[in-house]
């Protein structure tokens, strides 16, 4: 175990598990924001279920061991990002082929992980800032009365995160930018997912095809579904 | 009925490693189609000396496709525009007459080049020295059939022992990884029993010098497994991975 991170396949295990562990985190997350979509059809009034969902998760105390391993995640995600794509540069030289580069089907995301990469954190320093702060008090804003809400059985009272959700989606530049954001995800993920598979070294002939295709699908779900969740509060909330 | 055509050929010219490089331009005419590019350039640098001029220094030796000596980067691709065959097998009929064709050695730090279009690959043996070998005593010939290798494996254990080192795999790559390479070497022998022995130790000791050797670090793109003139598949970096993490994990 001593040098493993010295080593390129080390640095590279490390980006592949921080990638997957932030993946299953987006698949939570997804899960809750359809929350957003689902009150109506859950019969709930406008928001309960999502102020519910949100109030478990921000009551949670397992939450308090998450958030920081999700942070530590996407540290060790970008540092490591960083160091491989900064060595990777270096390891390919300066000159360039003055007669281009005309290999055929190479996946473009796969060649541009750090441009994906740099997208997704632009669009995540102003998600951060659009909620998470505002949600934990960091930032001031009209967070109006707390609201009631279903919660498991019971009743419970919090924050109206609806509401925040709601009207910060009524401005067309921030529901473009999460679209923005959210393809440049599903792209990032169409190559990360099988990739990551591949680093950790799961080498089989008959799945590796196949979990290509799972890697799109995963892209189409995450990318997609932050997409229309964005789009659908835009257009008929 | 045999077919030539003439072509312009824009050439690297660097005479010597420090030196600094510039493309010079050629006619050649003439060429039939059924020259390889070899032969192509072997017809420009006659003219060359005829002319007087110092003819083009490119690596080539056996010129069937074996030794992986050849090493030209063609028209935006290693090898140049066939696929699955080296430059000493890519034939003119591939080109089109009137055509200006560019020709490059491979651009990799890590093969840094010696004189136009000769690169230096020593890096590559210096990974294969460092395990890509078997030095166990595995005794004298075994009776036939005496260690049992199922085909499947047999098979890809050849597979992976086609590669011929010439390091297109580098050239295509945007990391400058010799992943492809380094996994071909490791898995033809990790899938075999006289190989297998020694299989952490090489994954270890072979992995080690090629990140000391200054290659880049993997990211998958599958332009080497496009570009390997011997088709060498990129389910041989998965292995090398497992072989090299499980490797680390045991230590
Ligand atoms: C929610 C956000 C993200 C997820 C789910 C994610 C997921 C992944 C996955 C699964 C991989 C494949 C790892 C492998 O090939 O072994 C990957 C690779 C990569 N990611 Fe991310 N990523 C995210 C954000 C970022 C950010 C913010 C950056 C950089 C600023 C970034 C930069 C990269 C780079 C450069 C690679 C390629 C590295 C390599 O393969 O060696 N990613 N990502
Ligand atoms: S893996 Fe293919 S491209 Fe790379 S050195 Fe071997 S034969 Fe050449
Ligand atoms: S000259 Fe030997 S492979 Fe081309």
Same mark, same amino acid.
Request: charge should be neutral; hydrophobic fraction near 45%; include cysteine.
């Given at each position: 175990?001593?040098?493993?991170?010295?080593?390129?396949?080390?640095?590279? #295990?490390?980006?592949?598990?921080?990638?997957?562990?932030?993946?299953?985190?987006?698949?939570?997350?997804?899960?809750?924001?359809?929350?957003?979509?689902?009150?109506?059809?859950?019969?709930?009034?406008?928001?309960?279920? &999502?102020?519910?969902?949100?109030?478990?998760?921000?009551?949670?105390?397992?939450?308090?061991?998450?958030?920081?391993?999700?942070?530590?995640?996407?540290?060790?995600?970008?540092?490591?990002?960083?160091?491989?794509?900064?060595?990777?540069?270096?390891?390919?030289?300066?000159?360039?082929?003055?007669?281009?580069?005309?290999?055929?089907?190479?996946?473009?995301?796969?060649?541009?992980?750090?441009?994906?990469?740099?997208?997704?954190?632009? &669009? #995540?320093?102003?998600?951060?800032?659009? &909620?998470?702060?505002?949600?934990?008090?960091?930032?001031?804003?009209?967070?109006?009365?707390?609201?009631? &809400?279903?919660?498991?059985?019971?009743?419970?009272?919090?924050?109206?995160?609806?509401?925040?959700?709601?009207?910060?989606?009524?401005?067309?530049?921030?529901?473009?930018?999460?679209?923005?954001?959210?393809?440049?995800?599903?792209?990032?993920?169409?190559?990360?997912?099988?990739?990551?598979?591949?680093?950790?070294?799961?080498?089989?002939?008959?799945?590796?095809?196949?979990?290509?295709?799972?890697?799109?699908?995963?892209?189409?779900?995450?990318?997609?579904?932050?997409?229309?969740?964005?789009?659908?509060?835009?257009?008929?909330? | 009925?045999?077919?030539?055509?003439?072509?312009?050929?824009?050439?690297?010219?660097?005479?010597?490693?420090?030196?600094?490089?510039?493309?010079?331009?050629?006619?050649?005419?003439?060429?039939?189609?059924?020259?390889?590019?070899?032969?192509?350039?072997?017809?420009?640098?006659?003219?060359?000396?005829?002319?007087?001029?110092?003819?083009?220094?490119?690596?080539?030796?056996?010129?069937?496709?074996?030794?992986?000596?050849?090493?030209?980067?063609?028209?935006?691709?290693?090898?140049?525009?066939?696929?699955?065959?080296?430059?000493?097998?890519?034939?003119?009929?591939?080109?089109?007459?009137?055509?200006?064709?560019?020709?490059?050695?491979?651009?990799?730090?890590?093969?840094?080049?010696?004189?136009?279009?000769?690169?230096?690959?020593?890096?590559?043996?210096?990974?294969?020295?460092?395990?890509?070998?078997?030095?166990?005593?595995?005794?004298?010939?075994?009776?036939?059939?005496?260690?049992?290798?199922?085909?499947?494996?047999?098979?890809?254990?050849?597979?992976?022992?086609?590669?011929?080192?010439?390091?297109?795999?580098?050239?295509?790559?945007?990391?400058?990884?010799?992943?492809?390479?380094?996994?071909?070497?490791?898995?033809?022998?990790?899938?075999?029993?006289?190989?297998?022995?020694?299989?952490?130790?090489?994954?270890?000791?072979?992995?080690?010098?090629?990140?000391?050797?200054?290659?880049?670090?993997?990211?998958?793109?599958?332009?080497?497994?496009?570009?390997?003139?011997?088709?060498?598949?990129?389910?041989?970096?998965?292995?090398?991975?497992?072989?090299?993490?499980?490797?680390?994990?045991?230590?």
């Amino acid at each position: 175990m001593s040098n493993l991170l010295t080593a390129s396949i080390g640095r590279k #295990l490390l980006m592949s598990v921080s990638g997957l562990f932030l993946i299953l985190f987006l698949f939570v997350h997804l899960i809750l924001n359809s929350f957003l979509l689902l009150d109506g059809v859950m019969g709930f009034q406008e928001g309960q279920f &999502f102020n519910a969902g949100v109030h478990f998760m921000g009551t949670n105390p397992l939450i308090k061991v998450i958030e920081p391993m999700l942070a530590l995640g996407f540290l060790i995600h970008i540092i490591y990002s960083l160091i491989l794509t900064f060595q990777n540069m270096k390891a390919r030289g300066s000159q360039s082929y003055a007669s281009g580069k005309k290999t055929s089907g190479v996946e473009w995301a796969s060649e541009n992980m750090l441009v994906l990469g740099i997208a997704i954190v632009s &669009f #995540l320093a102003i998600h951060i800032f659009n &909620f998470y702060m505002k949600m934990k008090g960091h930032i001031e804003w009209e967070a109006g009365p707390l609201v009631k &809400f279903p919660f498991f059985g019971t009743e419970a009272e919090g924050e109206n995160a609806y509401a925040l959700v709601h009207e910060t989606f009524k401005i067309l530049p921030i529901v473009l930018l999460y679209i923005v954001g959210s393809v440049a995800l599903a792209f990032h993920l169409a190559h990360g997912f099988w990739s990551s598979f591949q680093t950790i070294g799961w080498n089989n002939t008959k799945w590796m095809p196949r979990m290509r295709v799972i890697s799109n699908v995963v892209a189409i779900i995450l990318g997609g579904g932050f997409t229309v969740i964005a789009a659908a509060q835009y257009l008929f909330f | 009925m045999e077919n030539t055509i003439n072509l312009t050929l824009k050439v690297w010219r660097q005479n010597g490693s420090k030196a600094k490089g510039r493309f010079e331009t050629y006619k050649v005419n003439q060429i039939s189609t059924d020259n390889s590019f070899l032969e192509m350039l072997d017809i420009l640098n006659e003219q060359l000396i005829n002319e007087n001029k110092v003819p083009v220094a490119f690596d080539h030796d056996c010129r069937e496709g074996i030794c992986g000596m050849c090493s030209l980067y063609i028209n935006g691709r290693p090898h140049g525009p066939d696929d699955d065959v080296t430059t000493c097998q890519l034939h003119m009929r591939k080109f089109k007459d009137g055509q200006t064709i560019t020709i490059e050695p491979w651009r990799s730090a890590a093969f840094p080049v010696i004189h136009d279009l000769i690169v230096d690959r020593r890096a590559f043996d210096k990974i294969i020295a460092a395990g890509g070998y078997v030095s166990v005593s595995t005794g004298g010939v075994p009776d036939a059939n005496s260690i049992a290798i199922s085909k499947v494996d047999a098979d890809e254990a050849m597979d992976s022992a086609s590669c011929i080192g010439c390091g297109a795999c580098v050239a295509a790559c945007k990391n400058g990884s010799a992943m492809l390479f380094v996994s071909a070497k490791v898995s033809h022998l990790a899938m075999l029993p006289q190989g297998r022995v020694e299989g952490a130790r090489r994954a270890k000791a072979m992995v080690a010098k090629m990140d000391e050797l200054g290659f880049g670090n993997c990211t998958n793109t599958g332009a080497c497994e496009v570009e390997c003139p011997k088709n060498i598949s990129l389910s041989n970096i998965a292995r090398l991975n497992r072989e090299f993490l499980s490797a680390k994990l045991q230590d």
